[in-house]
C-alpha cells in the first residue's frame, strides 16, 4: 500500500488543474482501488484543464434545405441560407463560412452590401440581420425585429445605405444599414394604387429601382398589379393590373422596358410609357393544342433579363414547364435569341442567380454565369459557350450523394497515403466540365502552419465508401469504393431478392482502416464483411468468399453472480463452472434444424471479375440464415494487418479469420467464452415451441405479463447498444466455404414475421424513430436510442408484439431522444444474452503468470464484460501461411457498469501503445527475384520503450458509465472513474492531444469530456449539444490532435475542435472573406445619355429618408436590438492575422494609391493645359494681324 500511495502521490501532484464541473459527471476525479501494484509505476501526466476548449471548426458539404442565395459581383463570395437560419459563405477553395442565427429562423432573403465587406438576411420571424463579414467568423452587428408586419422582399441599391423592405400588408419600409433604424418615409399600399381599387393587391414579391432614374422604384404585388413609385414627389407614375399573379421582375439596364413572369407560365414585356397593355406575352414552354387553346403551364417562378453587347440578350427563367408532361423534371430554361436550352436539374430548383461583368444596373449586363441553388446541389453553368458547360464544383457539395451511414475520421496519417489516393481516384473523375477559372473566386486562404494529413471516410447506403482529404479544414474527394460490385445484382422474382430490389442490402454499417498496412475492411448491413487490399496495379481476380453460421444460441436465463461487482480478472478455473444448456456443432455438420439453414443474404460474383487499380476485395465474410431467420447484423469489428486476422461479433456470438490463409480459426458463443469463470448463473428454461413454417404462425407467450416485462427490460442489458439479444434457438456453428445452391431446391421466400432480411439503410443523415410503450420513459428512450445507433432490429420472444425501428428521409419527423435517464437503465437484466460490443488485437498479457507480451483479442461485451483470448501465432513466414493460428480462452475476466466501448494500451510511461501492423506491400507488383516479396512487420511491443523493470503496460477500458485502468499482467485496478449517471457514453475514445494522451467521451446528453490517462482525471466537461438525435450519435467520432466530427444535418460534416492549442491558432487557418478591392468605375453615360437619360445621379436619399425630412418611424413597428459582433467580433478580428491595424494599414495605403493617382491626374491634367494654352497662345499670334476676310 505504501508504494500504491507513493504512485498516486506522483500522479497527483504531477498532474494539477482544474475541472469544469457538471451534473453528468460522476465523480471529481479518477478513484484509485484497494488493490496493490506490483511496483511504481512513474507516470509524468502533462494535461490539464487549460490544454483544453471546445469550439466548432468548420462545416463541409451542402447546406441542408437551402432557401436564399446571394453574390457579392465585386467580392465573388456567395452566400447560401437555410431553413435552419444557417448562412453558408462560400469563396474560393479554401474559403467557407458557416454562420448561424440563434433564433434558427428560416433565411428567407440575402442581400450583400456589395464591396463593403457585409450582408444583409432576413429570417422567418421578420428580423432583418446586418453581419460583419470583414473578420474571419462573421458575426451580427444590428438586428432589427418587425413586429407587425411579415417580412416577403429586400431590396438593397448598389452603393446604397438605403435598404427597401417590403412586406406582407403591401406597404414598402426603408432601412438605414449604418444605424439598422427604420425611416419615416413608408410607401403605404394603400397610397400605391389607386382608391378605385377594391381589392388588396396583395403581399409586395418585388422592389428595384429603375436603370433610368434611381428616384423611380417599381413595386410589385403578388396580385398582378405593376406600380412604378416616384420617390420625390411620393405619388405613382404608373399603375399596371394584370390578370395574372406576378412572380418575379427584371429590367432592361437601359431603363426603357421590364419584363414580368406570371403564374400561368407566361413572360410579358413592359414599356413603362404605354403601360396599358404589354407590348409582347410569350408561353416559351406553351404550345397551342389542335383546338387552338395553349398548353397549360406551370408557373415562372423567376426570370432574369440581361444583356449583351456581342450578342442577343439573354432570358433565362426557372419553371414554366407544360403540365401535360408528367414525370418531367425541374428545368432552367436559356433563351438567347431564337434558341431555346432547357437544362434539366436532378432536383427542384429552389433559386438562382445571373452574375454579371459589371455591378451597376444601368450598363450593359454581358452575363458569364448561371448559379442555380437545387434542394440538394449548387450547379454553376458556363454562359459563354454555347452548349451550356457546368463547372466542376470545388466544394465538397455531393457529400449526400448517397445518404451517410457512417464515419471515420484519421488524423497525422501516412504522407503518402492522400497522393496516392488522389491519382488513383482522379482516373474516374467525370469529363465534360467547363474548362474556365471557377467565377467563385473571393476571399483569401492560406496552408496555416499547424496542418498534416488527415482523412475522413464516409459509408453510404448505397454501399459506396468515400475517401475524403481533411488536411488544413477542407474537404476534397480522393477516391470512391463501389461495395456492391463484389454481390451479383440482385434480380426481382428470385427469393428474397424481390424485397432486396426496393431497399439497401449493401449499405455499409462502420468500417475499419489500416492507413500503414493499407487494408480496409467493411460491415454491410446484410450482415456481411468484405476486406479489401490496396494496390497500384489492376488485376485478375476470382473474389474468396467464406460462409459463417453465427446464430449460437443457449436458451438460458442470466442472473448476477453472488458477488455483483467482480473485483478483478480471475484465472481460468478459480469458479466452479455454473450449469449452462448449449448446443455444440461441428463445422459442416448437418442436423434437422440446420436443413432449415439457407445461404447468405447476397451472392457474391464467382467468375473472375477485372478490378481496376485501387482497393480490390481479397475476402468476403458473410452470416448465414438459420431456421428462416436472418443472421443478426454485426456490432464490432476489429483487424490487424500484422497478426492476419480479423475479428467480429453480435448478439449471438464471436468470430474469428484468419484472412491470410481464408479460414475460420474461431466461432463460438459468448457464454462459451468464459468457460469456467462465468459470473453469471444461466438457469435453463423451457425451450421456445417451433415455429410452424407451413402456416407461417408463430406462439405467443404464456401470458401478457411476460410481455410487459419483455417491454419493461432495461436498455443495458436487453438490448444494449442496440444489439438485439433475444435468443433465436440456434446452436454454433463454424463458417464453411462458399458452396453454390445445388438442386437442394429454391430458396424459401418465407421469412420470420417481424423481421425482414434488410431495412431500408440505416442513414445517418436522416431517421425517424418511433418509440416503444414502456413502463418507464428512460428505458423506451435510451432503448430506442441504442437501437438506432447500432442498426438492429428488436423484437420481443412473441413476435406478435414485435418493435420495430425504421428511418425516414423526412427530417421533419426526426426525433430527439429525452436527456431525462432513469437511473436503472444500468441494471442488470435478468433475461437477456450478450452481445460482442467492442474487440481489440494487442501485445498484452492473456495470463496472471505470463512473463511477455503475447499476440491477444480484447473481447467486450453488452453486459459490461471484458474477456481476454490469448493468440498463438507462427512467427515464421512459412509457417504462418501453413500452420493454423490457434485460439484459447483464458477465461479472465473484468466487469464494468455499462456496456463496453473502448480498449486502449499504454506503456508504465504513459505513452501510447500502438496495435503492430505489416507494412504494405503490393501483391500485384512484378516479382523481383532479387528481392522476394516477404511480409515486414512492425510491432510496438509493450516493454519495447521501457527498461528490463519497466515491463507491463496499462490498459483502458471505458464503457458507457465507467472507465478503469488495470495494469497488466497483475490485472489489478488502479484507478476506476464514474463517467456519468444521468446519461451514458455513446463515443469514447483514447487520443493524442499536446504530446499526450486523454480519454475523450462523448454522452447522450451532449456532454463532450475528456479525462487523463491514466489517472481518469477530468479534464474538460462542456455542455455542447442541448439536445442530440440519433444521426449525430451514430456518425460523431474523435481522432488525434484534439479533433471531432459528426454529421451536423443529413447533408452537413460539422468538425469540431476540444484542443486549445487549435483554438488559438483557429484565426490563421481559417480563410478570410473579405479582400480590399476597388470597386469599378461606372462607364463614361456621355454628354447626351446623361443629358436626356434623367437625373440618376443627382438623386440624394439622404435627403429623402434622412430623420430631417421623413422624421421617425413608429417604435412599435419595429425594434431595433444591437448586436454582439460589434465589440466581440473586433477582439476577434484584432487577434487574427488581418487586426484592426492591418485594415488601417491597408486602408492607409489604399488612400495613399488613391492620392498617388489622383496627383498623377493632376499632373496630367496641368500638362494638358499648359499644352492647350500653348497652342491657343500660337493660334492667337497667327491670327493676331489677319483681317476678317481672310479667315
Not at 498496412?517 to 489492376?538: E, M, P, T
Not at 494487442?842 to 453486459?863: A, F, I, Q
Request: aromatic fraction near 8%; hydrophobic fraction near 35%; include cysteine.
Amino acid at each position: 500500500m505504501k508504494k500504491f500511495r507513493k504512485v498516486l502521490d506522483g500522479l497527483t501532484t504531477s498532474s494539477p488543474g482544474g475541472t469544469i464541473g457538471s451534473p453528468s459527471c460522476g465523480s471529481a476525479a479518477g478513484t484509485p482501488t484497494a488493490a496493490p501494484t506490483p511496483r511504481e509505476i512513474d507516470v509524468q501526466e502533462t494535461l490539464t484543464s487549460d490544454n483544453f476548449q471546445l469550439c466548432k471548426t468548420v462545416r463541409h458539404g451542402f447546406p441542408y434545405q437551402p432557401t436564399a442565395l446571394a453574390f457579392d459581383p465585386v467580392q465573388k463570395i456567395l452566400a447560401i441560407g437555410s431553413r435552419s437560419g444557417g448562412v453558408r459563405i462560400l469563396g474560393r477553395p479554401g474559403v467557407d463560412c458557416f454562420c448561424q442565427h440563434e433564433s434558427g429562423a428560416a433565411v428567407l432573403h440575402l442581400q450583400f452590401l456589395i464591396n463593403e465587406g457585409a450582408l444583409v438576411t432576413a429570417c422567418a420571424d421578420d428580423t432583418l440581420h446586418l453581419w460583419n463579414l470583414r473578420q474571419r467568423r462573421p458575426a451580427v452587428l444590428h438586428s432589427l425585429k418587425f413586429n407587425r408586419e411579415r417580412i416577403t422582399f429586400c431590396h438593397l441599391p448598389f452603393q446604397s445605405k438605403w435598404l427597401y423592405v417590403g412586406t406582407e400588408r403591401g406597404n414598402t419600409h426603408i432601412v438605414n444599414i449604418e444605424s439598422f433604424i427604420l425611416s419615416g418615409y413608408v410607401i403605404m399600399w394603400n397610397k400605391a394604387i389607386e382608391l378605385s381599387t377594391k381589392t388588396h393587391p396583395g403581399p409586395v414579391v418585388h422592389l428595384s429601382d429603375s436603370p433610368k432614374d434611381e428616384g423611380k422604384l417599381l413595386i410589385g404585388f403578388e396580385a398582378g398589379t405593376i406600380v412604378q413609385w416616384d420617390l420625390r414627389a411620393k405619388k405613382a407614375d404608373f399603375r399596371i393590373y394584370y390578370d395574372e399573379a406576378i412572380h418575379s421582375v427584371s429590367w432592361h439596364h437601359e431603363g426603357k422596358q421590364f419584363m414580368c413572369s406570371h403564374s400561368d407560365g407566361s413572360l410579358t414585356l413592359w414599356n413603362p410609357r404605354n403601360t396599358t397593355k404589354p407590348f409582347q406575352v410569350t408561353f416559351p414552354h406553351g404550345k397551342i393544342q389542335k383546338d387552338g387553346r395553349k398548353e397549360s403551364c406551370k408557373p415562372i417562378l423567376k426570370v432574369e433579363y440581361k444583356t449583351s453587347r456581342s450578342s442577343e440578350p439573354f432570358i433565362i427563367f426557372s419553371g414554366g414547364l407544360s403540365y401535360d408532361k408528367a414525370g418531367r423534371r425541374p428545368a432552367l430554361t436559356i433563351m438567347h435569341g431564337k434558341a431555346i436550352t432547357v437544362l434539366e436539374m436532378g432536383y427542384p430548383i429552389v433559386e438562382f442567380m445571373v452574375l454579371c461583368e459589371t455591378p451597376y444596373n444601368n450598363e450593359v449586363q454581358e452575363p458569364y454565369t448561371v448559379v442555380v441553388l437545387l434542394e440538394k446541389d449548387l450547379i454553376v453553368v458556363d454562359l459563354t459557350q454555347s452548349s451550356f458547360p457546368v463547372f466542376e464544383n470545388p466544394y465538397p457539395m455531393d457529400i449526400h450523394e448517397s445518404p451517410v451511414t457512417c464515419t471515420a475520421y484519421f488524423a497525422d496519417c501516412p504522407p503518402d497515403i492522400i497522393p496516392i489516393l488522389y491519382s488513383i481516384g482522379a482516373k474516374h473523375k467525370k469529363t465534360g466540365y467547363s474548362h474556365k477559372e471557377w467565377p467563385v473566386g473571393g476571399g483569401t486562404w492560406t496552408l496555416g502552419s499547424h496542418t498534416y494529413p488527415e482523412i475522413i471516410i464516409t459509408g453510404h447506403a448505397d454501399g459506396s465508401i468515400k475517401f475524403w482529404d481533411a488536411s488544413a479544414f477542407t474537404l476534397q474527394m480522393l477516391y470512391k469504393l463501389k461495395t456492391s460490385k463484389v454481390f451479383e445484382k440482385p434480380k426481382a422474382g428470385e427469393g428474397r431478392s424481390a424485397e432486396m430490389v426496393e431497399e439497401d442490402p449493401f449499405a455499409v454499417q462502420m468500417v475499419s482502416w489500416c492507413p500503414q498496412s493499407r487494408i480496409f475492411c467493411v460491415v454491410g448491413i446484410s450482415a456481411h464483411i468484405i476486406l479489401y487490399r490496396f494496390s497500384k496495379y489492376d488485376a485478375n481476380t476470382q473474389i474468396v468468399s467464406l460462409e459463417v453460421r453465427l446464430q449460437c444460441e443457449s436458451e438460458d436465463v442470466i442472473t448476477p453472480s453472488e458477488n455483483e461487482n467482480y473485483p478483478c480478472f480471475s484465472e481460468q478455473g478459480s469458479h466452479s463452472p455454473q450449469p449452462h444448456h448449449q448446443h455444440p456443432v461441428s463445422p459442416g455438420s448437418r442436423t434437422p434444424e440446420g436443413a432449415k439453414d439457407r445461404g447468405p443474404c447476397l451472392k457474391v460474383k464467382e467468375r473472375v471479375v477485372r478490378v481496376p487499380p485501387g482497393y480490390q476485395s481479397d475476402l468476403v465474410i458473410q452470416l448465414l440464415w438459420v431456421d428462416g431467420e436472418p443472421p443478426q447484423q454485426i456490432t464490432s469489428l476489429d483487424i490487424n494487418s500484422a497478426y492476419g486476422l480479423l475479428a467480429f461479433g453480435n448478439c449471438n456470438g464471436l468470430a474469428v479469420v484468419d484472412y491470410l490463409q481464408k479460414t475460420v480459426i474461431l466461432c463460438m458463443s459468448t457464454v462459451d467464452l468464459y468457460g469456467a469463470t462465468d459470473p453469471y448463473q444461466r438457469l435453463t428454461r423451457s425451450p421456445r415451441r417451433n415455429r410452424q413454417s407451413t402456416s407461417g404462425l408463430t406462439e405467443l407467450n404464456d401470458n401478457q405479463q411476460s410481455v410487459d416485462m419483455e417491454r419493461s427490460k432495461s436498455p443495458t442489458s436487453d438490448h444494449v447498444n442496440g444489439h438485439c439479444t433475444s435468443p433465436t434457438s440456434q446452436p454454433c456453428s463454424a463458417g464453411k466455404p462458399r458452396i453454390p445452391m445445388g438442386p437442394e431446391g429454391p430458396r424459401l421466400t418465407r421469412r420470420g414475421p417481424g423481421r425482414p432480411p434488410f431495412r431500408k439503410a440505416q442513414s445517418a443523415a436522416c431517421m425517424e424513430i418511433s418509440l416503444p410503450v414502456s413502463h418507464t420513459e428512460g428505458h423506451a428512450s435510451r432503448r430506442a436510442m441504442l437501437q438506432q445507433l447500432h442498426g438492429v432490429t428488436m423484437y420481443s420472444h412473441d413476435e406478435h408484439h414485435t418493435t420495430s425501428y425504421c428511418w425516414n428521409e423526412r427530417e421533419s419527423r426526426e426525433n430527439s431522444f429525452s436527456r431525462s435517464r432513469s437511473s436503472s437503465v444500468s441494471s442488470i437484466d435478468r433475461d437477456t444474452k450478450e452481445a460482442i460490443t467492442t474487440l481489440q488485437f494487442g501485445e498484452s498479457y492473456g495470463r496472471k503468470s505470463d512473463v511477455l507480451p503475447t499476440p491477444c483479442l480484447w473481447v467486450g461485451t453488452s453486459l459490461g464484460m471484458v474477456l481476454l483470448i490469448p493468440l498463438s501465432i507462427p512467427t515464421d513466414h512459412e509457417e504462418r501461411m501453413e500452420e493454423a493460428v490457434t485460439v484459447g480462452p483464458s477465461g479472465a475476466v473484468q466487469m464494468l457498469k455499462g456496456s463496453i466501448l473502448r480498449f486502449a494500451f499504454l506503456d508504465c510511461m504513459g505513452a501510447l501503445i500502438q496495435s503492430p501492423y505489416e507494412v504494405w506491400r503490393d501483391l500485384n507488383a512484378p516479382e523481383d527475384p532479387d528481392r522476394p516479396r516477404r511480409r515486414k512487420l512492425v510491432h510496438f511491443s509493450p516493454s519495447s520503450s521501457q527498461d528490463a523493470n519497466g515491463d507491463g503496460h496499462l490498459a483502458v477500458v471505458c464503457s458507457e458509465r465507467q472507465a478503469k485502468v488495470f495494469l497488466m499482467p497483475s490485472q489489478a485496478c488502479l484507478f476506476v472513474h464514474n463517467i456519468t449517471e444521468s446519461s451514458f457514453v455513446l463515443r469514447a475514445d483514447v487520443v493524442s492531444v499536446c504530446n499526450s494522451v486523454c480519454l475523450a467521451c462523448f454522452c447522450a446528453n451532449g456532454h463532450v469530456m475528456t479525462l487523463s490517462l491514466p489517472s481518469l482525471r477530468p479534464l474538460m466537461d462542456v455542455n455542447y449539444l442541448p439536445l442530440t438525435d440519433m444521426r449525430i450519435a451514430r456518425t460523431f467520432c474523435f481522432t488525434n490532435g484534439g479533433q471531432a466530427l459528426y454529421l451536423s444535418s443529413p447533408t452537413e460534416i460539422q468538425r469540431i475542435t476540444y484542443s486549445q492549442e487549435m483554438c488559438d491558432n483557429l484565426q490563421e487557418m481559417l480563410g478570410e472573406l473579405f479582400t480590399p478591392i476597388e470597386t469599378p468605375e461606372a462607364q463614361n453615360r456621355g454628354f447626351l445619355k446623361g443629358f436626356f437619360g434623367g437625373n440618376a445621379h443627382a438623386f440624394d436619399r439622404e435627403e429623402l429618408f434622412g430623420e430631417a425630412a421623413a422624421g421617425k418611424a413608429s417604435r412599435s413597428l419595429a425594434q431595433h436590438i444591437p448586436g454582439q459582433g460589434g465589440v466581440e467580433g473586433m477582439k476577434m478580428a484584432a487577434g487574427g492575422a488581418v487586426g484592426e491595424l492591418a485594415r488601417a494599414r491597408i486602408a492607409l495605403d489604399e488612400r495613399g494609391q488613391r492620392l498617388g493617382e489622383l496627383e498623377e491626374r493632376t499632373a496630367l491634367m496641368m500638362t494638358s493645359a499648359e499644352s492647350f494654352s500653348k497652342h491657343a497662345h500660337e493660334l492667337m499670334l497667327k491670327c493676331k494681324d489677319k483681317k476678317w476676310y481672310q479667315f
